[in-house]
């Protein structure tokens, strides 16, 4: 429209585009700074023009992680793409360890939920996938269609510092690849405690499945030294020692296992304990 600033334009076209409808921030925990009114600015930010604004944005709010990459990219390339075979191997051992089948997951920090949704493959669980992106929102929406698990599969926006679920309401919470983003671990990892169900079962940290399946994705990213300077640079600033201290500091009887493959956080609420 003449006159209009072409700021102004972009905005009136991205308004013809149809984001997902956020969930209601009424499920959000009281008590949570700012609850509603963040996720009403998140929502704002969803409408707004760019997905850089969008990213920026949050990140600023929740001073976490920053995308180079859009999200509907690193979907495609990365969890479509070379990680592929790594979730369905995750989802896999996680079943085989702690037993669970049925009941209720969460993948936290899922991004495009290919570990949620494998999960719900295996297994008759129903699954949220929660992200602190609006994008991602949508794509596991998409992702759990494509795999034909949308209906055991739902997604919502939040942190992991303020999870929008009831005490002891969770029967496994799983985790990969996000915990290294958080803005406060301690913070996270109570709040897995605290929304699993006595006898639940929490699985949250990083990896690649087997260190085969690692030599793979890093053969194909041989011509991105960056990916594995930052990998390894995670490594380095979140070893085992520091999760055992949280644990420790939380007073939640957990181990930290170690191995070329990943680093993950497993621990099972005892069964005894009153929500
Ligand atoms: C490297 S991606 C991993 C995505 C997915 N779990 C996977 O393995 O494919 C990290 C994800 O954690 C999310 N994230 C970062 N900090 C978070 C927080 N505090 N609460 C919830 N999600 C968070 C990011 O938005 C991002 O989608």
Redesign the pocket.
């Known amino acids: 429209m003449k006159g209009q600033s072409k700021k102004q334009e972009e905005a009136d076209d991205f308004g013809k585009v149809s984001f997902p409808k956020l969930p209601c921030p009424e499920c959000f925990r009281d008590g949570v700074q700012g609850t509603k009114k963040s996720w009403a600015s998140a929502q704002n930010l969803a409408r707004q023009p760019s997905r850089v604004v969008v990213v920026r944005a949050i990140t600023k709010r929740?001073k976490?992680?920053s995308y180079t990459m859009n999200a509907a990219e690193f979907n495609e390339k990365i969890?479509k793409g070379h990680?592929r075979k790594i979730y369905p191997v995750i989802a896999a051992q996680i079943v085989e360890r702690t037993g669970v089948r049925s009941g209720r997951c969460v993948?936290?920090?899922?991004?495009?939920g290919?570990?949620g949704v494998c999960l719900a493959k295996i297994t008759s669980l129903t699954v949220t996938v929660?992200?602190?992106?609006p994008e991602?929102v949508e794509l596991a929406r998409e992702n759990s269609a494509e795999a034909g698990v949308a209906e055991r599969v739902d997604v919502v926006q939040?942190?992991?510092?303020a999870l929008p679920f009831d005490d002891a309401s969770i029967d496994l919470v799983v985790?990969?690849?996000?915990i290294f983003?958080?803005?406060d671990q301690q913070k996270?990892l109570a709040e897995v405690y605290r929304v699993l169900r006595p006898g639940g079962w929490a699985w949250i940290g990083g990896g690649f499945g087997t260190a085969e399946l690692l030599r793979e994705i890093e053969a194909a990213k041989a011509d991105d030294p960056e990916w594995n300077r930052k990998r390894r640079e995670r490594m380095t600033q979140n070893p085992p020692e520091h999760f055992r201290a949280i644990l420790e500091r939380l007073g939640i009887d957990g181990v930290v296992e170690h191995q070329e493959a990943g680093t993950w956080i497993i621990f099972r609420k005892p069964a005894e304990v009153e929500a």
């Open positions: 929740y976490t992680m969890m990680f993948d936290l920090g899922g991004g495009p290919m570990l929660v992200d602190l992106m991602c939040g942190v992991a510092e985790s990969r690849g996000s983003f958080w803005e996270g």
